[in-house]
Each structure stands twice: as structure tokens, then as C-alpha cells.
T-cell receptor, first 117, second 112 residues
Framework: AQKVTQAQTEISVVEKEDVTLDCVYETRDTTYYLFWYKQPPSGELVFLIRRNSFDEQNEISGRYSWNFQKSTSSFNFTITASQVVDSAVYFCALSEAQGGNTGKLIFGQGTTLQVKP | EAGVTQFPSHSVIEKGQTVTLRCDPISGHDNLYWYRRVMGKEIKFLLHFVKESKQDESGMPNNRFLAERTGGTYSTLKVQPAELEDSGVYFC??????????FGSGTQLSVL
């Protein structure tokens, strides 16, 4: 069965601290996609990144970076020098691709990040 | 370009009543999805349209839920009759190629 676990329910940091959000997934498929979405107070889910199972290169986008490790089934997300605007709920998600990519996502429980000034 | 729009943003109804949620996807996106998050739980898939056809409705909880997408444009999700456990946030998403889903802000449904 497919499952995504975000063990951290809530994290609170002070501005400029680095913070890592953990994501562990389970799947029996060899082809799959991993995602991170951000949900700011306005409510919509904002796409941050998509990674396929064959690409284990870490990715950096500004202050955001992602560490994908198949050996530990993890896809962790780090925010460097956090800012108050980073305060949001962050969701990790999994989508299977074997048989075609359907866009059907399996979400983790979400991690609420609070960045204090 | 307009994003995914959902109406209403909030709905409070009594148990046994009917509620209809609406989703306007991004123009040109053939794929439309409904998800929901009940209190304290994960966001879960409900169903997937490709144009006006239901591609996958494996996540629909029961026959009190009816989704339609007439003409392959906007979609509606009707709950009739609503039960207490239906309370939660209902998200709609659309996608052109299924590789990246664009979500709306959701409809917060409260059944009292």
C-alpha cells in the first residue's frame, strides 16, 4: 500500500533559522513521483516541486532545497534562513506512475511551520 | 491567467440538507480532480475527470456524493443528504498533463 508520513505535526522556528521538514513514503512501485505543496493562510495548495523516482539529484531553488534518498524512502525539504512568509502548512505527496501518470496524489498529514520574527 | 476557483469558500448546513460545491478549473485543463481533508486527517483523493468523463471515482465515499462536469468545463460536487462526517475542506485541482496539479483554495464545509 502507498503511504506518506510526515511525522512532524508542528514546527516553530525563529526567523533566519534553517528548518527541515521530513517526509517518508511507502510504495511498491518502481516508478513514482514525489511532490511538495505549500498551503499558506489563504488556503490554496501551491506547488513547490515534483521529483520522479529515477532522479535522486538534490534540488535547490533559492532558499528551498530537497533531499531525495531512495535508500531511506525519504524526500525531505529544507528552508534556509527562514522568513515569516514561510509560515504555512507543508504537504508531501506521492503519485504512482506505473501504467501512466494519473495525477492521483497520496498526501501526508502535513506539517505546520510557524516562523516567528 | 486565473487559477482554480472554488465556490463557495465556506458553507454551513444542517445534517440532512443538500450542498453543491463548484469548481472552475484553469482554462484549457482537461483534467479535474476533487480532494477533501476531514479534520486532522490527510488530504484524500475523491475523483478525477478527463474532460466530462469520470476517469477514476475510487475515492468517492458513498452514493451521497455526486460529481458532474458537464461540457468538460466547470465541475460540481453535490452532497445529498449531508452527514456530520462530511465536514471538512473540499479541494479542486486541475491539470493539463497530470504532472502538476493546480489547486484551488478549497471550500470549508461544516455540517451541524
Amino acid at each position: 500500500a502507498q503511504k506518506v508520513t510526515q511525522a512532524q505535526t508542528e514546527i516553530s522556528v525563529v526567523e533566519k533559522e534553517d528548518v527541515t521538514l521530513d517526509c517518508v513514503y511507502e510504495t511498491r512501485d518502481t516508478t513514482y513521483y514525489l511532490f511538495w505543496y505549500k498551503q499558506p493562510p489563504s488556503g490554496e495548495l501551491v506547488f513547490l516541486i515534483r521529483r520522479n523516482s529515477f532522479d535522486e539529484q538534490n534540488e535547490i531553488s533559492g532558499r528551498y532545497s530537497w533531499n531525495f534518498q531512495k535508500s531511506t524512502s525519504s524526500f525531505n525539504f529544507t528552508i534556509t534562513a527562514s522568513q515569516v512568509v514561510d509560515s504555512a502548512v507543508y504537504f508531501c505527496a506521492l503519485s504512482e506512475a506505473q501504467g501512466g501518470n494519473t495525477g492521483k496524489l497520496i498526501f501526508g498529514q502535513g506539517t505546520t511551520l510557524q516562523v516567528k520574527p | 491567467e486565473a487559477g482554480v476557483t472554488q465556490f463557495p469558500s465556506h458553507s454551513v448546513i444542517e445534517k440532512g440538507q443538500t450542498v453543491t460545491l463548484r469548481c472552475d478549473p484553469i482554462s484549457g485543463h482537461d483534467n479535474l480532480y476533487w480532494y477533501r481533508r476531514v479534520m486532522g486527517k490527510e488530504i484524500k483523493f475523491l475523483l478525477h475527470f478527463v474532460k466530462e468523463s469520470k476517469q477514476d471515482e475510487s475515492g468517492m465515499p458513498n452514493n451521497r456524493f455526486l460529481a458532474e462536469r458537464t461540457g468538460g468545463t466547470y465541475s460540481t460536487l453535490k452532497v445529498q443528504p449531508a452527514e456530520l462526517e462530511d465536514s471538512g475542506v473540499y479541494f479542486c485541482a486541475s491539470s493539463q498533463d497530470r504532472s502538476k496539479l493546480f489547486f484551488g483554495s478549497g471550500t470549508q464545509l461544516s455540517v451541524l
